[in-house]
């Protein structure tokens, strides 16, 4: 059974950081590009982040470049994704999703598995 976890959402102040994780179970991560996507109240899904399965390359939305920064550790099946200088408009449920094989895609398509989300916060 194929299963994405995420954790590390919670509340925090404008300016502050979070470190949101991945962890994938049931398939072998490294076959895997990883992405990160979120979605705000009324809003749709959008792309956040991405890493490639081959090379690394790393990929952001204009909205988060600069700020925050996606990893992977292949040891522990995990992906991370590190956000400093949050701000409210970040707030948002944040999902991880995997595309095998991929090249860090924004489309929501073309990814095969999603974490269930969490939730990210930010008070002004």
């Known amino acids: 059974q194929v299963q994405l976890v995420e954790s590390g959402g919670g509340l925090v102040q404008a300016g502050g950081s979070l470190r949101l994780s991945c962890t994938l179970s049931?398939?072998?991560?490294?076959?895997?590009?990883m992405g990160w996507f979120r979605q705000a109240p009324g809003k749709e899904r959008e792309f956040v982040a991405a890493?490639?399965?081959?090379?690394?390359?790393?990929y952001y939305a204009d909205s988060v470049k600069g700020r925050f920064t996606i990893s992977t550790d292949n040891a522990k099946n995990t992906e991370y994704l590190q956000m400093n200088s949050l701000k409210p408009e970040d707030t948002a449920v944040y999902y991880c999703?995997?595309?095998?094989?991929?090249?860090?895609?924004?489309?929501?398509?073309?990814?095969?598995?999603w974490g269930q989300g969490t939730q990210v916060t930010v008070s002004s």
């Open positions: 049931g398939r072998t991560f490294s076959d895997y590009a």
């Open positions: 890493i490639s399965w081959i090379g690394g390359n790393t």
């Open positions: 999703a995997a595309d095998y094989r991929g090249y860090g895609s924004r489309r929501i398509s073309v990814y095969d598995y």
